[in-house]
């Protein structure tokens, strides 16, 4: 009879290793899909060039960019560390991710996306970002509906559908979802949903 001891730290190892791929991984996912969408075709668009108009307009673009970016980043880091995976289809998550600003909201990436596109709007004076920014958004909720959250409940069936149950795709909720299954998954509704 073969005997093979595995020492502990070879788990570890073998952990690194697979959080490291999801975060490369999750790396390139964030240039090609946020990047191009949020970067590259608004600038394709505009050439990021500016209009004078309505400061506080302005202002509140630089937020907006500000916010989304500020909400993507971690969201992204949290599909590494908390889902070990990344965002990208073709390398998904091993865990249902709801940690963060998933607590709050199913789709806060996308959320980020669409902030990052209307900042520039309002920022640049650029109507033309207000409409794909629309565009943007139709075919985000196309792609949740028909595609994602599908695949959600068939990977992560029950998990999936309590989440989804609690915490709303996206306006947010107002306090933050306990993450906790109870045995009415109404339980745990935001009361501004209930």
């Known amino acids: 009879m073969l005997s093979v001891t595995v ?10 290793v697979v959080k490291s791929r999801a975060a490369v991984g999750s790396l390139l996912f964030l240039m090609i899909a946020p990047g191009v969408v949020a970067g590259l075709v608004p600038w394709l668009l505009t050439g990021w060039s500016a209009h004078d108009w309505f400061w506080p307009a302005q202002l509140l673009g630089g937020v907006l960019i500000a916010a989304g970016v500020a909400v993507l980043l971690p969201a992204f880091v949290r599909f590494v560390v908390e889902g070990i995976g990344t965002p990208a289809p073709v390398a998904p ?25 209307v900042g520039q709007a309002l920022l640049l004076a650029q109507a033309i970002l207000l409409i794909y920014a629309l565009c943007f958004g139709v075919a985000v909720a196309g792609f949740v509906h028909g595609y994602e959250e599908p695949a959600l409940v068939r990977r992560f069936s029950r998990e999936y559908d309590i989440y ?31």
């Open 7 to 16: 020492e502990p730290s070879a788990f570890c190892d073998a952990a690194g």
């Open 93 to 117: 998550t091993e865990r249902l991710v709801v940690g963060g600003m998933y607590r709050y909201v199913r789709n806060p990436m996308y959320l980020a996306v669409g902030a990052v596109i």
């Open 164 to 194: 989804r149950r609690a915490v709303p795709p996206w306006l947010p909720r107002v306090s933050p979802w306990s993450g906790q299954a109870s045995q009415s998954p109404s339980d745990d509704l935001d009361p501004l949903r209930a």
